[in-house]
């Protein structure tokens, strides 16, 4: 699974870059490259990054509940 966010992570780089590259010679469809750059980013690597991270209950140490609420109280 890291090597598909690694992997996903560097396509999506590459794809930024070279919309950044078609704005900077005023290329007709560099802003539809851009958009489609960040939806994806947004809409397909964040939520795998996101399940990749958190899929073993790592988040649990994160989360308040009143028995850590109590700890630091005291």
């Not at 947004?42 to 790592?58: E, Q, S, T």
């Amino acid at each position: 699974m890291k090597k598909v966010v690694t992997t996903l992570f560097i396509i999506f780089l590459l794809w930024m870059l070279a919309g950044a590259y078609l704005l900077a010679v005023d290329h007709e469809k560099a802003q539809v490259i851009m958009g489609l750059g960040v939806f994806f980013m947004a809409f397909i690597l964040m939520p795998v990054f996101i399940y990749y991270r958190y899929k073993d209950g790592k988040y649990k140490k994160y989360v308040l509940d009143d028995k850590k609420i109590e700890e630091w109280r005291k």
